[in-house]
């Protein structure tokens, strides 16, 4: 069983910068595809960004491409997403996600644990 904790949300400006961290334990997260995806109120979750297990591969939502980056560390077993020019819309509770494969997918089903969430709010 893969545990998996969110952490760095906040408050931040529009234009401002966040990096968010997600800790796995439990498992072998070297091996593991991870993924960042967001749900704002009223609305569905949905893919952010996916990195495949060496870090080599990385897919981006059209919204966010450009803007976010996601990496990881697999010698501290976390995965990370640095968020610049964040924008009002980037308001949602994020979540990341652990893929028992190698390489990731923006579709939520293939996505085996989940974390519990931080939430992002960014004002005008």
Known sequence: QVQLVESGGGLVQAGGSLRLSCG??????????MGWFRQAPGKEREFVATISWTGGSTLYADSVKGRFTISRD?????????????KLEDTAVYYCAAHTSPYGSSRLD?????GQGTQVTVSS
């Open 110 to 114: 293939r996505y085996s644990y989940w």
């Open 74 to 86: 697999n010698a501290k077993n976390t995965v990370y997403l640095q968020m610049d020019s964040l």
């Open 24 to 33: 796995a334990s439990g498992g072998t997260f070297s091996t593991y595809a």
